[in-house]
């Protein structure tokens, strides 16, 4: 690749879209995330490659990934693009008028959490408007990385341990639940015989929600060992989807709690149980590492904080009698 005459000239534009393409891993997403034409988004990456004589990214079949070159790009533009942040933020105090933040989170705690917590922050800051998006957790780090959200909420088990450049802030344990139409009482129910041949069948429809991590593996094992004549019925890309499915009186399936909620009540429509599957999900808020601390983004992060562990929990029933493993309890 032959290097541009009089040295590379980088902008701060190009920082921000290696960035985009390094976090979303397609061109298209990447696009997308900034507002861009996929065309225009390649031809800036094009650009950037002939100004600096390397070749930034190699093309994988469909994926993007970063050469030594654009990791070592990558690696310095971080601190460039938090300074150049924090100058934009300290301005913005000084521009008069109603400042906005950004806020981009996985639906159940956007749904639940969220609304408190800004009421609550609105008395402290009324001044400051909210753009808000539900995504994916990938889409919440591509619009964070993208600077289109100021701070993520997602659950720490679905995203890389090493989010670059961000805090993660606990918020709370969602622990997983059974989700059974509300005409399938299970109190108390020692044995699957003790239902009738209907309810045996919506009982062991199983909802699964694909997505391939640890949990996953869990719940798959759990639905295995626990309900041991399930079918899969259908497969969802959402938790809100597959309760949907439930209270449609399709099947059950595991959901964390969150999911099931509208504000301190469980949706209509659905029974909640305890499982064993055991391990909860972790929401946390993902936050770029300088404005932790950082009026009012840390006022918000700690409002949202507070909202979370004050969270009440509506009536979860206790593990069905004949859903729990050998030796529970003991």
């Keep these: 690749m032959t290097k541009t005459i009089g040295g590379p000239h980088l902008t701060l534009h190009q920082l921000r879209v290696v960035w985009a393409v390094a976090h ?9 995330k900034l507002g861009l034409s996929q065309p225009s988004l390649s031809q800036q990456i094009a650009k950037l490659e002939a100004s600096i004589g390397h070749q930034v990214f190699e093309r994988r079949a469909a994926r993007m990934t970063l050469t030594e070159i654009g990791t070592f790009l990558l690696d310095r533009a971080e601190p460039v693009m938090r300074e150049m942040q924090q100058l934009e933020d300290g301005l913005s105090g000084f521009a008069g008028g109603t400042r906005t933040i950004g806020i981009a989170g996985i639906s159940s705690p956007v749904r639940v959490l969220l609304p408190q917590a800004l009421r609550r922050f609105h008395d402290q800051y009324p001044d400051i408007g909210f ?5 994916s957790p990938s889409d919440v780090l591509a619009m964070l990385y993208a600077r289109r959200a100021n701070v993520g909420i997602v659950a720490a088990s679905s995203i890389a341990q090493a989010s ?13 639940v059974l989700v059974v139409p ?7 129910v020692t ?3 003790r239902l009738d ?7 062991n429809n199983g909802i699964h929600f694909i997505y391939g991590t640890q949990h996953q593996k869990r719940i798959e094992a759990w639905y295995e060992t626990t ?12 938790f809100e989807v597959a309760v949907a499915m439930v209270r449609a009186g399709l099947g059950v399936c595991l959901a964390p709690a969150l999911s099931c909620f509208a504000g301190a009540s469980v949706l209509g429509g659905i029974r909640l149980y305890e499982v064993t599957v055991g391990i909860p999900r972790p ?17 918000l992060i700690d409002t949202l904080r507070e909202v979370a562990q004050d969270q009440v929990r509506p009536k979860i029933g206790p593990v069905p009698p004949f859903l729990k493993p050998s030796g529970y309890g003991r």
């Design 131 to 135: 753009d808000l998006h539900e995504s």
């Design 24 to 32: 979303a891993g397609t061109v298209s997403r990447a696009a997308k």
């Design 283 to 299: 929401l946390v808020a993902l936050v770029p590492s300088q404005y932790r601390h950082l009026a009012p983004y840390s006022a």
């Design 182 to 188: 509300e005409a399938l009482k299970l109190d108390g």
């Design 197 to 203: 041949a209907a309810q045996r069948a919506i009982l």
């Design 227 to 238: 309900l041991t004549n399930h079918r899969v019925v259908a497969q969802c890309r959402s």
């Design 191 to 193: 044995s699957e015989d």
């Design 164 to 176: 670059m450049g961000f805090v993660q802030v606990p918020l709370l344990d969602d622990p997983y």
